[in-house]
């Protein structure tokens, strides 16, 4: 399905039925883009393993708003890396170790 497959920017809700979780996960997972997802349920504990299934750069449940001090990015051929955060900052660093000798 079309929709489903690519990456849509705007205000867009997509509603496809699924059998059960594995088939939503499947349908989740199946695009060759990984921006971002939501998983909502009445089961915090049962979303929060669901999402950690579904391959996207961001994940939330029950429409929790993003973070802007945690990474941001796409997986798959939406992200090219992170931005925002700790780990946003890597791709901006060259990270150097130094050995050094101390004499007594």
């Known amino acids: 399905m079309r929709i489903a497959r690519e990456e849509i ?5 997509v509603v496809i039925p699924y059998d059960d979780e594995d088939d939503a996960v499947r349908l989740a997972n199946d695009s060759e883009y990984g921006l971002s997802g939501g998983v909502w ?12 299934r579904v391959r996207t750069g ?5 429409g929790a708003p993003v973070a802007f ?9 939406s992200g090219t890396g992170r931005e925002y955060g700790a780990v946003g900052l890597g ?3 060259e990270i ?7 004499c007594p």
Do not use: I
């Open 41 to 52: 349920s009445a089961d915090e504990a049962h979303a929060l393993a669901v999402a950690r």
């Open 96 to 102: 150097q170790d130094d050995h050094r000798l101390t």
């Open 91 to 93: 791709s901006y660093t």
């Open 9 to 13: 920017f705007g205000p867009v809700l």
């Open 69 to 77: 001090d945690g990474p941001f990015g796409g997986s798959k051929a």
């Open 58 to 62: 961001t994940v939330t449940v029950n």
